[in-house]
């Protein structure tokens, strides 16, 4: 399974932004997708993820900002990113976890940063 990431940039505080990130090989019909991000001396961290099925589930962080949807019969993730805030800085990195076989793929990383 390989996860092709785009979208990322640079934008000013207060504004918007939008992901997607596209998976290909044997995709399990069973997964979640998700994002993850890492900011400038932090650790990775779960930023939003989605069940096949649609139920999704965010960090506290973004919550009311961030809105996270997914085209299965693309087998894309989206990530809509509103109301961008400094601490937002950071390469996103897409991720697929397969739930039949317990392995989890991901993607290259991609930069947003939010900067005046």
């Known amino acids: 399974v390989q996860l092709q990431a785009s979208g990322g940039g640079l934008v000013q505080p207060g504004g918007a932004l939008g992901l997607s990130c596209t998976a290909s090989?044997?995709?399990?019909?069973?997964?979640?997708m998700g994002w993850h991000r890492q900011g400038p001396g932090k650790q990775r961290e779960l930023v939003a993820v989605?069940?096949?099925?649609?139920?999704?589930s965010y960090a506290d962080s973004v919550k009311g900002r961030f809105t996270i949807s997914r085209d299965n019969a693309k087998n894309t993730v989206y990530l809509q990113m509103n109301s961008l805030k400094f601490e937002d800085t950071a390469v996103y990195y897409c991720?697929?976890?397969?739930?039949?076989?317990?392995?989890?793929?991901w993607g290259q990383g991609t930069q947003v940063t939010v900067s005046s």
């Open positions: 991720k697929l976890s397969d739930l039949d076989q317990f392995t989890d793929y």
């Open positions: 090989g044997r995709i399990a019909s069973r997964n979640i």
């Open positions: 989605i069940t096949s099925v649609g139920t999704a």
